[in-house]
């Protein structure tokens, strides 16, 4: 299935895979509402049970150890700044005029 087939349901992101910034999607409907996945596909695939529940026990066991290390990655990892540059809306803000400086009169010696 191409991406450019499916295009509702999901909006294109950029994510890390492997050390790398790659293209990742993000479901806004379907099963998978609010995940970020691989392929568009994937948001309105069927659940796979017993891989959500293996996920869950291993959220509850390890959930702080795997809050810190996220976060210090997210705070320190260049690659994160990275994707989360890439990830900001690119307004218009960004492409205003430069504004030129004023210029002040000179006082003249009386």
Same mark, same amino acid.
């Given at each position: 299935?191409?991406?450019?087939?499916?295009?509702?349901?999901?909006?294109?992101?950029?994510? #890390?895979?492997?050390?790398?910034? %790659? !293209?990742?999607? /993000?479901?806004?409907?379907?099963?998978?509402?609010?995940?970020? *996945? +691989?392929?568009?596909?994937?948001?309105?695939?069927?659940?796979?049970?017993?891989?959500?529940?293996?996920?869950?026990?291993?959220?509850?066991? #390890?959930?702080?150890?795997?809050? %810190? !290390?996220?976060? /210090?990655?997210?705070?320190?990892?260049?690659?994160?700044?990275? *994707? +989360?540059?890439?990830?900001?809306?690119?307004?218009?803000?960004?492409?205003?005029?430069?504004?030129?400086?004023?210029?002040?009169?000179?006082?003249?010696?009386?």
């Amino acid at each position: 299935m191409k991406v450019a087939e499916i295009k509702e349901g999901v909006i294109g992101i950029w994510g #890390k895979n492997k050390g790398k910034l %790659v !293209r990742k999607y /993000r479901c806004t409907s379907g099963t998978r509402k609010g995940r970020i *996945v +691989a392929k568009p596909a994937t948001c309105n695939a069927t659940k796979r049970v017993s891989s959500a529940l293996n996920i869950k026990r291993a959220k509850a066991k #390890k959930a702080s150890v795997m809050q %810190v !290390r996220s976060s /210090r990655t997210k705070r320190a990892s260049g690659l994160s700044k990275r *994707v +989360a540059g890439a990830n900001k809306p690119q307004s218009q803000a960004r492409y205003k005029k430069p504004t030129r400086k004023k210029s002040f009169k000179k006082r003249s010696k009386k």
